[in-house]
């Protein structure tokens, strides 16, 4: 099956410095890559959409400044969390569409520690 | 907005029953798809199970079977023979198109006895 690589696996910085997470898809062209966050126990929840070579499209509530993804090719996207505070600890989940049948492919997710 | 709903936060079964994890979603469309997702302690999102709206026939993938009421906007998966590696976060999630993004239920934490 396709494979969605997702790195750093877990991530621990200060609290003020930008982190960046980085998603690519391995054997098949992305054509659209959604990023999650995950509180522990709890569900996925969407942050923003992105498609290759368009401004990502982001959930209510997410602040795309301190937020931003960057589609730049189809098999890579990144999340860049910019200036971390500590509330901006969580579980952040990539995911990739396309290919045959626009299948969703995840990847193994990061854990961002800010200190 | 749809919506997806799973009303049991925890469940527990004995090694070797059967045990079921209900799924109630909300949408007017007509034509989507439904998911079951397994996340164990490793955090990797697993795919269990798809179902194709437009398919009465319910979706089978060896142990693990979906109940597809589509009137009633229900999608709940059974596990039979449960076993110890099945333990893990389960969450129903529903698509509105292939490229579309994934509404996901609150989840369901599965215990496994032996």
């Known amino acids: 099956g396709a494979v969605v690589s997702q790195h750093p696996s877990w991530v621990i910085c200060k609290s003020g410095t930008s982190v960046k997470i980085e998603c690519r898809s391995l054997d098949f062209q992305a054509t659209t890559m959604f990023w999650y966050r995950q509180f522990p126990k709890q569900s996925l929840m969407l942050m923003a959409t992105?498609?290759?070579?368009?401004?990502?499209?982001?959930e209510q509530g997410v602040e795309k400044d301190k937020f931003l993804i960057n589609h730049a090719s189809l098999t890579l996207s990144t999340l860049t969390v910019t200036s971390a505070h500590p509330e901006d600890s969580s579980f952040y989940i990539c995911s990739a569409s396309g290919g045959f049948n626009e299948k969703l492919f995840f990847g193994s997710g990061t854990q961002l520690s800010v200190l | 907005a749809q919506t997806v709903t799973q009303s049991q936060p925890e469940m527990s079964v004995q090694e070797a029953e059967t045990v079921t994890l209900s799924c109630t979603y909300d949408t007017s469309e007509s034509d989507y798809y439904l998911f079951w997702y397994k996340q164990p302690p490793s955090r990797q999102m697993i795919l269990v199970i798809r179902?194709?709206?437009?398919?009465?026939q319910n979706a089978t993938e060896n142990r693990f079977s979906v109940n597809f009421q589509k009137a009633a906007k229900s999608f709940s998966l059974k596990i039979s023979d449960s076993q110890l590696g099945d333990a893990a976060m389960y969450f129903c999630?529903?698509?509105?198109?292939?490229?579309?993004?994934?509404?996901f239920g609150a989840g369901t934490i599965l215990r496994v006895k032996s």
């Open positions: 179902q194709e709206a437009y398919k009465q």
């Open positions: 999630a529903y698509r509105l198109e292939y490229g579309n993004k994934l509404v």
């Open positions: 992105s498609n290759e070579g368009s401004k990502a499209t982001y």
